[in-house]
């Protein structure tokens, strides 16, 4: 789909889940948010290193640099959940990575090592990997990050039914803050992928050996086992034949190469980030993928972002009567805007000018609650807009107050399809002394929730319903629509479309800010408007053509 980038720069984490428990494995359902208390209140939880297979198959495609490690190896957890909370007061200051401890009516934390975890991607070096060829010989060995919302299952019936706990680890580099979880008699897979290396391993017969690195097994009571698994590489072309013929192994029996689906996988194609309205990478699923899901990913009837596969959320069921209001003690959304990353200058990328020069970037804005932000938009027959109002709930979510605001829009282009809400958000390019250079196109938006930004804030929905973009904002038939952004969640999009990106062509070299703004007309009815506009430091230099982008590390944030 044209919504999804070529862009072999990106970089994304995965929820694995490629191999299949031989347990009852469900899928996280509805649940409470983040002041929630977990089924189990027990004490310490007891981990444990299992392989819930002992072969595995991976299909490596013709023209693939390598292969995509899921070994199908999972962390049990019993006697008590495994939650740990991760923080940072600001940019300026380190993660901060706590376990939550529960006993009866006692909550318990533990502070985790300082620097032990970086971000909030999951706990890095925790997974070794070793393995070895038909001669005993060691070909890899590697390191991985576990995310304890990596895809879970059941070890047992009298397990909770479903996880309350988030479903996957956010790698936005201006999240805030995080809750990782597994429940007590839940299981949750440990593998991660690092799409930039794939291990390089031809066609043949192998051993993996997985185990716990030291520090981990010391700090949680991890016993040192290393599961071992036969590991098939299976050579597969282009066109479906395969090199190597070898059965599939019942615990893994798709492509398990997280940025490559059924189809894309042939093209070496990563899934990009929301350059028209495709999902970032960090919501998409990898049991989803497996699936043969992952090439309906960006818009269409139940295309899905790879967090869930959604009914459609239904706006009012007629267009709000009586007085517009809005009391003054109700629960209003906080939308706060992050400061760019993702910046690259390109070329005449995905539909610009060629012989230009652009300056490309994601942006996010995001809502601290307590509130969600709910907006539905209702069209009069034969019209090109919709009328779009901001609703209010109470504390037990009855709805007490509306207002207006402004509209939403169909956009027939490919790639998008569906409406957006209007004047949610804008960006501008500014000088050195931060008067506007040149505006960005791009401010009517289909909101979702992409990327988790901090879960820890009060209200915080740890299972949003609306990441599937499609549902969430219509069809061209759609007489009424309803947008949700939900509390600590918020709306990635790359600018990497005509009209998006920043025309820097004619603009000289030097220092420069990109201004992401939410609410720009302040029509959206909020908590505080004092915390809506972020500043990204670019510095172009180069030639016409040639241009480049340097950019500084914003506080402790050294993602460019």
């Known amino acids: 789909m044209t919504s999804q980038l070529h862009r072999s720069r990106l970089r994304r984490s995965t929820l694995a889940t490629g191999a299949v428990l031989a347990v009852v494995v469900t899928a996280a359902g509805a649940a409470p948010g983040a002041g929630a208390a977990p089924a189990s209140t027990a004490g310490k939880p007891k981990l444990k290193l299992i392989a819930a297979s002992k072969a595995v198959t991976i299909d490596r495609w013709e023209g693939e640099p390598g292969v995509y490690l899921d070994l199908g190896t999972y962390v049990t957890v019993d006697k008590a959940p495994l939650e740990i909370k991760v923080t940072r007061k600001s940019y300026k200051d380190p993660v901060v990575a706590k376990q939550i401890l529960r006993d009866g009516t006692r909550t318990r934390t533990k502070t985790l090592p300082a620097g032990l975890v970086k971000d909030f991607s999951g706990l890095p070096g925790f997974l070794q990997v070793s393995i070895r060829d038909a001669a005993g010989v060691e070909v890899s060995k590697s390191k991985g990050t576990f995310c304890p919302n990596n895809a879970s299952g059941r070890l047992r019936p009298d397990a909770p039914a479903t996880s309350h706990y988030p479903e996957s680890c956010s790698t936005n580099p201006f999240t805030l803050g995080s809750v990782w979880g597994v429940e007590k008699g839940w299981a949750s897979n440990s593998s991660t992928v690092d799409y930039d290396k794939p291990v390089d391993l031809p066609a043949g017969e192998y ?22 698994v036969k590991l098939t590489v299976r ?16 615990a893994h029996s798709a492509h398990s190469g997280g940025g490559h689906g059924t189809q894309s996988a042939h093209a070496a194609h990563h899934y990009g980030p929301r350059g028209a309205d495709a999902p970032t990478p960090p919501a998409l699923s990898h049991a989803l993928e497996d699936l043969g899901t992952a090439h309906h990913l960006g818009d269409g009837l139940g295309h899905t972002d790879g967090s869930r596969v959604a009914p459609a959320l239904r706006a009012n069921a007629k267009r709000p009567t009586g007085r517009a209001g809005v009391p003054a003690d109700v629960p209003k959304p906080d939308l706060r805007a992050l400061p760019a990353w993702d910046i690259a ?42 009328d779009a109002y901001q609703y209010f709930y109470d504390a037990k979510g009855k709805q007490i107050g509306y207002t207006p605001t402004g509209t939403m829009e169909w956009d027939p282009r490919v790639g998008h399809e569906h409406w957006h809400f209007t004047d949610f958000a804008s960006y501008r390019l500014l000088s050195a002394d931060k008067t506007e250079e040149v505006r960005s196109g791009k401010e009517a938006f289909c909101l979702a929730n992409t990327d988790a930004i901090d879960y820890t804030v009060k209200n915080a929905n740890w299972h949003p319903y609306n990441t599937d973009l499609s549902t969430a904002c219509g069809e061209q038939n759609s007489i009424s629509v309803r947008e949700v952004l939900d509390v600590g969640s918020g709306d990635t999009y790359t600018q990497y479309r005509p009209g998006q990106s920043f025309d820097i062509t004619d603009l000289p070299n030097g220092t420069y800010y990109i201004q992401v703004i939410a609410n720009p007309e302040k029509r959206l009815k909020e908590t505080s408007l004092k915390n809506n506009v972020a500043l990204r430091k670019v510095v172009l230099s180069g030639t016409p053509g040639a241009r480049k982008v340097t950019v500084p590390p914003h506080d402790l944030i050294n993602t460019p």
């Open 345 to 386: 200058v390109t070329d005449g990328e995905d539909g610009d000018v060629p012989g230009k020069d652009y300056l490309a970037f994601s942006a996010n804005v995001w809502n601290a609650g307590p509130a969600p932000l709910v907006v539905d938009g209702f069209r009069k027959p034969g019209a090109d807009l919709m």
């Open 235 to 250: 050579e597969v072309s282009n066109g479906g034949g395969e090199g190597v013929t070898a059965p599939q192994s019942s």
């Open 207 to 228: 051993t993996a050996k997985v185990s716990v690195a030291k520090k981990y097994r010391d700090l949680f009571g991890i016993p040192d086992d290393q599961p071992t």
